[in-house]
């Protein structure tokens, strides 16, 4: 397995220690801090996988497809995370969630009929969004600023609007993929 694969899998191994430093009642006083701390690293491990791929010709079709999911795994984990704690609105986690199945399912269908769907660019920049809201607020639980929480909000719109983008320009670009079934 290489670099870029492994750090796709320690990604997804940070996700559980995420979800407790955010919900469960330890470390009081410093969770939030914890919490945000391994989502940005998980978050900067995406960030390194995908240029260390490209760089010296790493991309693998287990990375292609892990790739992506890692990423669904760790913010929809944030989202609902956000929404338990009351700073996300969870109408706009089940439209970001429900995008994410649909995808997930598709790049199934794909998968059967032998094709590796790689991300987007409208994809990658949604999922930006999603992690930089997701940090602006996690921070503001121990701030509880309005205006960072309107920052927040804003992101989140955005990230909304580019998740309902990201998904329209998949479904539109990979069509195909429905035609060709087995």
Not at 19 to 27: E, K, Q, R, T, W
Not at 104 to 127: C, Q
Request: hydrophobic share 60%.
């Amino acid at each position: 397995m290489n670099l870029p694969n492994k750090l796709t899998l320690f990604r997804v191994i940070l996700i559980p220690f995420f979800v407790v430093f955010m919900l469960a009642p330890i470390c009081e006083g410093y969770a939030n801090y914890i919490a945000v701390s391994i989502f940005i690293i998980a978050c900067l491990t995406d960030l390194i996988d995908g240029k260390i791929a490209r760089k010296y010709n790493l991309v693998t079709d287990f990375g292609k497809f892990m790739d992506p999911l890692a990423d669904k795994l760790l913010v929809c984990s944030a989202l609902i995370c956000l929404v338990e704690r009351r700073q996300l609105a969870a109408w706009i986690v089940i439209i970001i969630i429900a995008r994410e199945f649909v995808i997930s399912a598709f790049r199934l269908i794909a998968s059967d009929n032998g094709i590796v769907i790689a991300a987007s660019y409208w994809g990658k920049f949604k999922t930006a969004f999603q992690m930089l809201m997701t940090i602006v607020l996690i921070f503001n639980l121990d701030f509880d600023n309005h205006y960072v929480w309107v920052f927040g909000q804003v992101l989140a719109y955005i990230a909304m609007i580019l998740t309902v983008i990201s998904l329209i320009d998949y479904l539109i670009k990979n069509r195909g993929v429905l035609k060709e079934q087995k």
